[in-house]
């Protein structure tokens, strides 16, 4: 019955992939297939994307407030891309901040 379950949840995850947001298929294809390869590559792709939505613009508060957290969280996905040649920390200092920046994003929302 389980098995069962699981062969058609698959069948209407694959009927509905046009459906699913990028960033669920991203990390679930991730969770799948886990490399530092892998993790780079998909960092690489969040960041390209951030990147084309990145436009400083000065016309109000809240436009500064997006292109400031907009320019923070393409710096931590750097530094959570790098976090494989470096001390464990890092990913945990990250994530904080990762934490931290939602926080703020909220507020200013």
């Known amino acids: 019955m389980t098995v069962r379950k699981a062969v058609i949840s698959s069948e209407i995850m694959t009927r509905r992939k046009m459906e ?3 960033h669920v298929t991203a990390i679930s294809e991730l969770a799948q297939n886990y490399s530092a390869a892998a993790f780079q590559s998909e960092i690489g792709q969040c960041r390209r994307v951030i ?3 990145i436009a400083e613009d000065n016309r109000s508060d ?3 407030a997006r292109y400031r957290i907009l320019r923070y969280l393409n710096l931590q996905l750097a ?3 790098s976090w494989m040649d470096k001390e464990p920390d890092l990913m945990a200092w990250v ?3 990762l934490i931290e920046l939602k926080f703020w994003a909220n507020f200013v929302s």
């Open 20 to 22: 699913i947001p990028y």
């Open 62 to 64: 809240q436009q500064r």
């Open 51 to 53: 990147d084309r939505l």
């Open 79 to 81: 530094r959570s891309a």
């Open 95 to 97: 994530m904080r901040n």
